[in-house]
């Protein structure tokens, strides 16, 4: 799939390679930046995630970083309002879990809502990151509140002052502890010591 998508933009990648996250088949120190874009939160189990961590750790070399994908705790709740999902009667449960635990189910084969998977907070995502032996230097909620706004595809389509604004302003907030949540989705930066 990646190396499609890269050709479908005209990208050379030197190679891919399909793996687990868990058991990942590189040697120690191979990389200097690894991606974790979406293991974090398809592994619903605690001992699933560090072992993926653990893994990235494992082939980063000394001083690089791992970048790390997850789902906010809070996207569902944050989704049914901004796409109004909360017409489906199955949508708020989902929700009520996500917030308990952040295991997230969805009861409804076929339907258009995620399935199986684990929604972080920010400090459950740091101290995951610290417990596989890396150094978090910081969580960024990717969207910032920005993201909620329903203007926000006009204005990156028209490239207005407007989106320039919300640029700037979602840059501004995107490392504001009391803000990371109210994001889709949240990025871990991790340096191996």
Same mark, same amino acid.
């Given at each position: 799939?990646?190396?499609? !998508?890269a050709? %479908?933009?005209?990208?050379t990648l030197?190679?891919t390679?399909l793996?687990?996250a868990?058991?990942?088949?590189f040697g120690?120190?191979?990389a200097?930046?690894?991606?974790l874009m979406?293991?974090?939160?398809h592994?619903t189990?605690?001992?699933?995630?560090l072992q993926?961590?653990r %893994?990235c750790?494992?082939?980063v !070399? !000394?001083?690089?970083r791992?970048?790390c994908t997850?789902?906010?705790?809070f996207? #569902?709740?944050?989704a049914?309002?901004r796409f109004?999902r909360?017409d489906?009667p199955?949508?708020?449960?989902?929700?009520d879990?996500?917030l308990?635990?952040?295991?997230h189910?969805?009861?409804v084969?076929?339907s258009?809502?995620?399935g199986?998977a684990?929604?972080?907070?920010?400090?459950?995502?740091?101290? %995951?990151i610290e #417990?596989?032996g890396?150094?978090?230097?910081k969580?960024?909620?990717i969207e #910032?509140?920005v993201?909620?706004?329903?203007?926000?595809?006009?204005?990156?389509?028209e490239k207005?002052? !407007?989106y320039?604004?919300?640029m700037k302003?979602a840059r501004?907030?995107?490392e504001? %502890?009391?803000?990371?949540?109210? #994001?889709f989705?949240?990025?871990?930066?991790?340096?191996?010591?």
């Amino acid at each position: 799939m990646v190396a499609a !998508k890269a050709r %479908e933009r005209s990208l050379t990648l030197g190679s891919t390679q399909l793996a687990d996250a868990r058991s990942l088949p590189f040697g120690d120190e191979f990389a200097d930046l690894v991606l974790l874009m979406g293991p974090l939160y398809h592994l619903t189990d605690l001992h699933d995630r560090l072992q993926a961590l653990r %893994e990235c750790s494992r082939v980063v !070399k !000394k001083s690089g970083r791992v970048l790390c994908t997850a789902i906010s705790r809070f996207a #569902s709740m944050l989704a049914g309002f901004r796409f109004n999902r909360f017409d489906d009667p199955e949508f708020e449960a989902m929700v009520d879990r996500d917030l308990v635990d952040g295991q997230h189910r969805n009861p409804v084969h076929g339907s258009n809502h995620l399935g199986t998977a684990f929604f972080h907070t920010a400090i459950e995502l740091r101290q %995951e990151i610290e #417990s596989s032996g890396l150094a978090c230097e910081k969580i960024v909620g990717i969207e #910032s509140p920005v993201g909620l706004l329903p203007q926000l595809e006009d204005w990156i389509r028209e490239k207005d002052r !407007k989106y320039e604004l919300a640029m700037k302003y979602a840059r501004r907030v995107e490392e504001e %502890e009391d803000l990371i949540g109210a #994001s889709f989705h949240l990025l871990g930066v991790g340096r191996r010591p």
